[in-house]
């Protein structure tokens, strides 16, 4: 496989990321509003699918961003390598700390849609969004830059 060729994929990981982030967004977290009584089963039947649907693609993103550092098309450039992988890790380190934590202590409140940790995800979530968006449009910018 060709430097550019796994750019490519990279990319298209890049916006597969970007499409579940703004399900995510738009759709998932906002409805969750609108759960009444089976809050619960709803979160459960969530987190069952995430391994696969969320944590497999971003950890295979964030493995993709640190091999770039060391196989990239000849004359990338350093801002695209670095954008890639700050705007992944950042993204990670923030989930982390905020919305992963917020997420794990909303699954077990009984306050459920009416919780206070989803009040704080819907209101910042906005910023892992962008996170997310940057690392896609930097890398589909290194793949315009490298087929020239």
């Known amino acids: 496989m060709t430097p550019l060729i796994f750019l490519i994929l990279n990319l298209a990981l890049g916006f597969y990321n970007v499409g579940t982030i703004w399900a995510m967004e738009v759709d998932i977290f906002r409805s969750w509003k609108l759960v009444g009584n089976d809050f619960q089963k709803v979160q459960e039947t969530h987190w069952k ?29 350093a801002w695209a390598i670095w954008g890639v992988f700050l705007s992944q890790a950042i993204s990670l380190i923030l989930t982390a700390i905020f919305w992963g934590q917020w997420q794990a202590k909303l699954s077990k409140d009984s306050l459920g849609s009416r919780s206070p940790y ?12 962008l996170l997310i968006n940057a ?8 793949v315009l830059l490298s087929v020239k």
């Open 118 to 129: 989803l009040a704080k995800i819907l209101k910042t979530h906005w910023a892992r969004t």
């Open 135 to 142: 690392y896609a449009f930097i890398l589909l910018a290194w």
């Open 49 to 77: 699918k995430l391994p696969y649907w969320i944590f497999t693609p971003v950890g295979l993103a964030l493995i993709g961003s640190i091999i770039l550092f060391r196989y990239h098309p000849v004359n990338s450039p």
